[in-house]
């Protein structure tokens, strides 16, 4: 056990343990509980053994975090980073990156052979594994998990999740032997409060002595204005409780981006910090803007020399970075935020206020799960420099204060399977293997183990239909007839009823029309009375438990109907990630990309791309949709491709350039074509075309101005941040991948140049 200026917590020590001993562990802990202390002791190993370390985080924000940590706490000459945008000192001993950045070497691609990528490498931190249920990214942990060589130790970093054991119980079966250690304890403790708008001049706890709902909690009343639901905003005395009691600095969770920024103006009135404090602030900020000139006419200035700051994805990294600098230093005392830095940038608050426990998504409002509360919640409580964290729920009109204390009290989410089968992955897993050695990686994903769990309502259902099946078989028939005798009875019954209408209505006809009956109507007739002799003949005929048996039948045969179709729905469910692999692996074949389940010339180029739609991307560069392009032009082209839809937001339109229209029009014939490809094989993988942002990275890379970017369009900063670089991630695929055609590439990195100029290539 390695010396530690501090004495550790049990689960700690009982982390450590396990890994001294060469095991792998899972560690579940509440957030801020210290889970970091337990990667730093695998370092510690790695640095005495003079092995190597792999740290792996969710963002690169993170991943630039704790590359900065790591590098003041071992020495910077120890430690590498490699991200999307970064590759620094990759063959240190310790090196952070972000896990995609893992994942790709497994597959020994981009980044090298698999023995060369982890040569020397004992131990993969896997930071934030509860990611696994990231809807887009959650596959990634997967793969690594099942690709990483069983002679890594892997450390799982999770927040509290319900299945920790599940989860383990996984990678002991597909990596190595691996101990759990699941702890809910908290070295700062949290205290929960509530504030309702009617005593605007307190906090209310949110519990009672005994543990119930504190009754001095009324819900809040319902405002209506022009037939809407409205709320008077109530920031400024929630802060302004919380400057009284001392239970500052905060985070302010909130879940808009225009919410946060008009909050913070709000607060600017209130005295947070003191003259001396507002000196130092500015100190810091002088500093900085020398550093980071473009940052100069920030209109969020203001706001930093009044203790208050807003930190979302509309801001620019650099700016996020000097309120992260701020805050961590205590000169900011609330930052109103968006639940994203609740995902573990070290910004350590006294105190949460969460404004409402539901948000807007896409598909309309709903309640945050118990493990996002418990996130963001979480970041209450400094270790070492509070007794207690604070965590304060807003009244709104939306939710009532029992809902409240019922997802407070919930316990966390379990961990869901996001493993789904892709382009690249097909191909990767058959350059490497067999397609039944390929199955067998398939099946070992955490959604099939975890299968039995997930599919457990359908297995209930499959249980109470035997259930139903066993009883109807339970019936004793008097005279030992069989179901299908009864089957045959009621047949030949209903036969008899039919047969009687048709002679009634002939007869009826004939009648009316004054006709001989012909002599097959008296042969039916005869035949139709056979029949009833029949019936009187079969004991069903008088048997007083007739119906009741019939009954039983008539159910046995709708319960075994519908258990053949659950079934095949659970054969179905239980194999669905197979069949994705399959359905992908057929539309590759289509395409000439596979053959003989290993992949064609075109297949390897395909391997090595890594985007939302593998093959769509691909394509493009198959049809020679870049071909004569500028740098300008070819960045535009491909941030078409890389734009997500945008919702809710009004885009300015600006004119394409003649040579981006007609790129753009071959490449929406391509989607068109694949569309019904995949359409076929029930695949539904994204293919973006959108053109948002297209002339204004055109613009940007011929020279302009980063103001005159901003003006021509009304989306944040920080967005035409993220979508420039993007474009820059696929750019810089199409440099390093095997197969490009090579005007492509050095159009390619004369883009990247134009691109990456301040502030699209600060990081943050």
């Known amino acids: 056990m390695y010396d530690f200026p501090f004495e550790l917590d049990d689960f700690q020590k009982q982390a450590c343990d396990y890994i001294s001993n060469g095991e792998s562990v899972v560690v579940c802990a509440p957030t801020g509980a210290g889970k970091t202390v337990i990667a730093e002791h695998a370092i510690h190993c790695a640095l005495k053994e003079n092995k190597r370390v792999f740290y792996t985080t969710p963002l690169k924000a993170l991943s630039n975090q704790k590359y900065r940590d790591f590098s003041d706490k071992f020495g910077i000459d120890k430690v590498g980073l490699l991200t999307g945008d970064t590759s620094c000192n990759r063959g240190a001993q310790i090196v952070v990156m972000t896990t995609e950045v893992f994942r790709n070497m497994l597959y020994g691609t981009n980044f090298g052979s698999v023995t060369d990528n982890l040569k020397d490498v004992k131990y993969i931190v896997l930071d934030e594994v509860h990611y696994m249920n990231d809807e887009q990214r959650g596959t990634v942990w997967e793969e690594s998990i099942i690709y990483c060589p069983t002679n890594v130790q892997i450390i799982a970093l999770s927040a509290t999740v319900a299945n920790a054991d599940e989860l383990t119980g996984w990678i002991n ?259 490497r293997f067999t397609i039944d050695e390929a199955k067998e990686l398939i099946l070992k994903s955490f959604g099939y183990y975890s299968a039995g769990s997930r599919l457990s309502p359908l297995f209930e259902l499959q249980e109470a239909n035997q259930t139903k099946i066993a009883e109807c078989n339970a019936f004793i028939c008097p005279h030992k007839l069989t179901n299908k005798d009864l089957l045959e009875y009621n047949k030949n019954r209903v036969m008899y009823v039919a047969n009687r209408h048709t002679l009634k209505t002939i007869r009826k006809q004939e009648q009316k029309k004054q006709r001989e009956l012909s002599p097959e109507f008296y042969e039916f007739e005869k035949q139709t009375k056979k029949l009833l002799q029949k019936m009187h003949a079969s004991p069903c005929d008088l048997c007083k438990l007739f119906k009741k048996h019939t009954k039983s039948v008539e159910l046995l045969e709708r319960v075994k109907k519908k258990q053949t179709e659950l079934n095949k729905e659970i054969e179905r469910k239980r194999d669905i990630f197979w069949n994705i692999f399959l359905a992908h692996r057929d539309i590759l074949k289509e395409y000439g990309c596979l053959k003989d389940d290993y992949p064609t010339e075109k297949g390897l180029i395909i391997s090595q791309i890594r985007s939302e739609n593998e093959l769509f991307l691909a394509l493009t560069i198959f049809k020679n949709v870049y071909d004569g392009l500028t740098p300008a032009e070819l960045a535009s082209v491909v941030c078409a491709l890389t734009t997500e839809d945008i919702r809710n937001i009004e885009i300015p339109y600006l004119p394409l350039t003649r040579p981006v229209k007609k790129a753009i029009n071959k490449i929406k014939d391509i989607r068109k074509e694949l569309d019904k490809i995949q359409k076929k094989y029930l695949i539904d993988d994204v293919m973006y075309v959108n053109t948002y942002f297209s002339a204004l990275i055109e613009m940007w890379v011929n020279g302009a101005d980063w103001d005159d970017i901003v003006d021509q369009s009304n989306v944040s900063e920080g967005d035409l941040v993220r979508a420039f670089k993007r474009v820059v991630d696929v750019l810089r695929q199409f440099c390093t991948i095997q197969g490009i055609p090579e005007d492509i590439v050095f159009t390619a990195r004369e883009a990247i140049d134009g691109i990456q100029r301040t502030p699209i290539d600060i990081d943050s």
């Open 173 to 431: 079966t597909v990596h190595s032997k691996t101990e759990l250690v699941n702890t809910d304890f908290r070295p700062v403790p949290l205290r929960f409060y509530y504030f309702d708008s009617s005593q605007p001049d307190n906090l209310l706890p949110l519990f009672a002595p005994g543990g119930g709902l504190n009754k001095k909690i009324k819900p809040e009343k319902r405002c209506f204005k022009h037939g809407k639901m409205t709320q008077r905003s109530v920031v400024k005395d929630v802060i302004r409780n919380l400057h009284k009691k001392d239970m500052l600095p905060a985070i302010y969770f909130t879940f808009s981006r225009k919410k946060c920024d008009e909050q913070m103006e709000k607060c600017v009135s209130l005295s947070l910090v003191t003259p001396s404090e507002q000196k130092r602030i500015k100190e810091i900020i002088d500093e900085y803007i020398a550093e980071n000139p473009y940052l100069y006419k920030n209109k969020h200035i203001e706001y930093l020399l009044s203790g208050v700051a807003s930190h979302h994805a509309g801001l620019l990294p650099g700016w996020k970075v000097l309120v992260e600098k701020l805050f961590q230093e205590g000169l900011i005392k609330v930052v109103f935020a968006t639940e994203t830095l609740a995902a573990g940038i070290n910004m350590p608050a006294r105190s949460t206020v969460i404004s409402s426990i539901s948000k807007r998504t896409d598909s309309g409002h709903r309640t945050l799960t118990p493990s996002e509360f418990l996130q963001m919640s979480g970041r209450a409580g400094r270790r070492g420099m509070d007794e207690v964290g604070y965590v304060t729920i807003v009244g709104t009109p939306f939710q009532s204060p029992q809902e409240v204390a019922e997802l407070v009290s919930s316990d966390a989410n379990p961990l869901e399977s996001r493993f789904s089968p892709s382009y690249s992955m097909v191909l990767n897993l058959l350059q």
